[in-house]
């Protein structure tokens, strides 16, 4: 009898251990991701075409735009959908006067003179800027290929005269021109890793330790996790890529696929819903956190957590010569530049702690059109916008780059200097002036010819390397009174960093005049009845 | 010490016994884990401290219940009926009378286990302090579903500032409760009391009339 009660004890402790497992099993996957993969047409699998088997690509390629008309004999609306794409236009379809080509400034290498300095161009996904055709294998190409530069080096050859030259690089060319694929993270990240006129400059979450990240590091994309490419998440549609464009939020509203299965994939709830955390006395408190904390915030602890970022970049102290007339470049911690006579000073951090905003997705951004106020420094060029009474305002990570520019001193706005070495700019110089005055009426912006320079700040909101779960913040970095991650954070009650002055000392006051008094008290009582037995 | 002769008297039956006890290990728990969470010091850790603190909250507010039926269905409500008669003397008792040696004015008897100044502080504690406490603390743990129950107009730091004022105010209660066990005619009189149920008083003066009917 009682071996058999045992037996069946045993049976259902290993019944509710299996399905307790089963249980963890199940939620460690986001609730959305089975219906994201159903969803995922952006996926090899789905591939119907053999570039390599196309007679259109078997050709001598003399130009990078043959190649374009080639992709466009068959992908015949590419052209007509691209050209009304941000990554074409560099002009903000929401906010007028915004954007790369338009009067947008940022802290790193200022303005792009409407497109008109050259080497920004090295991220523009034309040929010739807007001039000539689309380089579809900017995004496409499956192959470390320079494509600019490769075509540069054609023509060059081809002016040479030298046969065996060309024949060598349209072979090339030729090798790599079938390749052709869904971008990966090497293709975008040829430009967004690379930010801000270097690796790791403008991002502090978005570097070339990106293309073949660790778990670690970022648990979506890692190679040795789910290895999600950017497009993941960044869906798109007829080539329109899904993300924050300045003030204009990444989405509207907080929609996750379980909600609707054809949402875009650019958030977190759209996978993981708003309530992601496991449903125990913990995972519950954690999901009542949702509604004013970004996911970001505790999962993203640092940034650039593998390659250093750039924090800092004063503009002030450019265009020192050395004693024999030569440029200065002087390096400094993580192998990267700690003073460029064509660029200035610069600060790099590796492992930041970012620091947090209530945030509702838009970023305030100053142009080159704007008028600043150099008595109220530093002057914020991009700023989160949000409010604690705003609900849907989160507080979440930035990464915060500091640094200092040239203004018009009588007009009070921002200068935009022509920088690139082609345009005779400030690099090949080092001349103010000149490269502020040609850039400045390029632009078609007024100048009074007089400049000076004042501090700024630049915001990027914190998205990407998020950690795994088990290297999330923990409550104790914000719930603290010293040194709280959110220390400058306004407008909410945050227990364990907060608390109301007055009270404590008024509490923690009565209670030891409480002591205090009870210890006379016994004290008396023990004097007391000793004397009154010394009576008796 | 008195010379008077002493009886045993049964003044706490076994749940009622029970629950202070339990109210006790449920208090103490909770001052320490809400010190943490209110930042006081670091011990078992934030997140810990927090699950602790809510599981004994809910814990506390459901048998909380237990003990409102106990004293409605008991009648033993009527022991926590305030009054002012002898008030004053029972002050004077233990600021002065007890250093003399004095007997105490109103002692313990089955039938009025509190003398009026333990009522009046009881009934404070347990019909104001502790449900007060228990309902900012239920607010506290249950803020995001405020808006579904359109109570939004609280701010959580409105909240928290009477919960935590709520916890000074107990806690400067149990220091002084804490002491006052020492008063019987030993030192561990009434505490024994409490765990054994038996209370040995001194006997003689009979339970007073006003004690027994006492109504508002």
Redesign the interface.
């Known amino acids: 009898m009682q071996k058999r009660l045992f037996r069946l004890v045993l049976c259902l402790a290993m019944i509710a251990l299996l399905s307790g497992q089963r249980a963890i099993a199940k939620e460690q996957e986001a609730p959305g991701l089975k219906m994201a993969d159903q969803s995922q047409i952006n996926s090899a699998k789905w591939t119907t075409v053999d570039h390599s088997k196309f007679k259109e690509l078997k050709k001598k390629f003399t130009s990078g735009d043959q190649i374009t008309k080639a992709c466009l004999s068959c992908h015949t609306e590419a052209a007509d959908q691209l050209h009304r794409a941000i990554h074409w236009q560099w002009l903000s379809p929401y906010d007028g006067g915004y954007g790369k080509g338009a009067y947008s400034i940022n802290n790193f290498c200022i303005s792009t003179n409407k497109m008109h300095d050259l080497e920004c161009e090295n991220c523009h996904i034309g040929w010739n800027g807007k001039h000539d055709g689309i380089n579809c294998l900017k995004c496409h190409g499956q192959t470390n290929m320079d494509w600019r530069q490769e075509f540069k080096d054609l023509k060059e050859a081809m002016d040479s005269g030298d046969p065996d030259w060309v024949g060598e690089i349209q072979a090339d060319i030729q090798k790599d021109v079938v390749k052709i694929g869904l971008p990966q993270r090497r293709n975008c990240g040829s430009c967004h890793f690379n930010g801000g006129g270097g690796e790791g400059v403008k991002h502090g979450d978005l570097d070339g330790s990106l293309i073949r990240p660790s778990r670690n590091l970022d648990v979506h994309m890692g190679i040795d996790g789910q290895n999600f490419t950017c497009t993941r998440c960044h869906t798109t549609k007829n080539h329109l890529v899904a993300g924050r464009v300045y003030s204009t939020p990444a989405m509207k509203k907080h929609v996750s696929l379980v909600q609707n299965d054809l949402a875009p994939k650019i958030e977190c709830e759209s996978c993981h819903t708003s309530k992601p955390h496991k449903k125990n ?2 995972g519950r ?1 954690l ?2 956190h949702t ?1 004013r904390v970004a996911c970001q915030t505790c999962h993203i602890p640092t940034f650039a957590r593998a390659h250093a970022t750039q924090m800092e970049w004063y503009w002030e102290t450019a265009g020192k010569r050395d004693k024999n007339g030569k440029i200065i470049q002087k390096k400094g911690p993580y192998g990267r530049p700690v003073y460029k006579s064509i660029k200035g000073n610069f600060v790099w951090k590796k492992n930041v702690k970012p620091e947090y905003f209530w945030y509702n997705g838009s970023i305030k951004s100053l142009t080159a059109k704007d008028v600043i106020d150099p008595s109220n420094q530093p002057i914020w060029i991009s700023k989160p916008v949000g409010s604690p009474s705003d609900k849907n305002s989160k507080i979440a990570p930035f990464k915060v780059h500091r640094g200092s520019q040239p203004y018009d001193i009588e007009n009070n706005t921002f200068v935009t200097p022509l920088l690139s070495e082609e345009n005779n700019g400030f690099w090949s110089t080092l001349d103010w002036k000149d490269s502020i005055t040609r850039g400045m009426k390029l632009m078609g912006l007024p100048y009074s010819g007089k400049f000076g320079f004042v501090k700024t700040c630049y915001v990027q909101p914190t998205t990407h390397m998020v950690a795994p779960k088990e290297n999330a913040v ?3 970095e914000c ?3 010293n040194n709280s991650r959110l220390a400058s954070i306004t407008g ?2 945050i ?6 002055i007055p ?2 000392m ?3 006051g ?2 030891i005049i ?2 205090i008094a ?1 210890g006379l ?2 004290l ?2 023990i004097v ?2 000793a004397r ?1 037995k010394e009576d008796d | ?1 008195s010379h008077k002769k002493m009886t045993n008297l049964y003044l706490f039956t076994r749940y009622e016994r029970l629950w202070h006890w339990l109210q006790f290990i449920m208090i103490s728990i909770l001052m320490v884990t809400g010190l943490e ?3 006081v010091y ?1 011990w078992l ?3 810990t401290a ?2 602790i603190h ?2 004994v909250g809910i814990t506390w507010l459901i048998t909380f219940f237990f003990f409102v039926f106990w004293i409605l269905t008991t009648g033993e409500w009527k022991q926590y009926i305030p009054t002012t008669k002898k008030l004053f003397s029972v002050i004077r008792f233990y600021s002065y009378g ?4 004095e007997p105490h004015p109103v002692p313990a008897s089955k039938e009025a286990k509190h003398n009026p100044l333990q009522r009046l502080t009881y009934l404070g504690v347990a019909a104001a302090l502790l449900p007060l406490q228990m309902l900012t603390g239920f607010m506290y743990w249950s ?2 579903s405020w808006d579904d129950w359109g109570i939004d107009f609280f ?3 409105q909240v ?2 009477a919960h ?2 709520i ?2 105010a107990i ?2 209660f149990v ?2 409760h804490v ?1 006052m066990t ?2 019987g005619h030993t030192v561990f009189a009434h505490i024994k009391a409490m765990i054994t149920g038996w209370e040995e008083i001194e006997e003689g003066e009979p339970v007073q009339d006003w004690e027994k009917a006492a109504r508002p």
């Open positions: 006395a913990i408190k999901n009542d509604d923990k409550c104790i719930h603290t009174r909410v009650y227990p364990g960093r907060d608390r109301f009270l404590d008024a509490g923690w009565i209670a409480s002591l009870i008290h016994a008396g009582r007391f009845a009154r | 010490m969470v209110h930042g670091v850790g934030y997140a927090v699950k809510n599981f007890i250093f003399k040696g803020y995001h701010t959580l730091k928290a500032i935590m004022a916890a000074f806690l400067i220091i002084i002491y020492t008063t």
